[in-house]
């Protein structure tokens, strides 16, 4: 009877990743990128019946009872909403909502709910 006798040798590759840099620039210019940086927002005025204003481009950086203005109108953001969806067993933003009232209206409600805490 013959016997084999085999050694096996297992070579693993390494594993090469790839970095995507902008160009260096002095920090002044990265800063004020940051700052300026619009990402696109879903707007809907939530008065009743519910009106999609359509998608807007805003500063990362805002939140409930900033004034913006769409087509000469003022409004208030009353909520901003960002929804996820898995993919491939990672979260991915799928959507950034903002919920705005005519500023009218979100002053009217300020103040018909501290009316109603007072009471």
């Given at each position: 009877m013959a016997?084999?006798?085999s050694t096996s040798i297992v070579y693993h590759k390494p594993r090469l990743s790839v970095v995507c840099r902008k160009k260096d620039r002095p920090d002044r210019e990265l800063e004020r990128e940051k700052k300026e940086h619009k990402?696109?927002?879903k707007v809907v005025e939530i008065t009743p019946p519910p009106r999609c204003l359509g998608v807007r481009c805003f500063l990362t950086n805002i939140h409930c009872g900033e004034s913006v203005?769409?087509?000469g109108q003022a409004y208030t953001v009353s909520a901003e909403t960002h929804r996820y969806q898995l993919r491939k067993g990672?979260?991915?933003t799928s959507e950034k909502r903002l919920d705005v009232l005519s500023t009218s209206r979100y002053i009217l409600n300020l103040y018909l709910d501290n009316l109603?805490?007072?009471s």
């Open positions: 016997m084999v006798a990402y696109p927002f203005t769409i087509e990672r979260y991915e109603l805490d007072n």
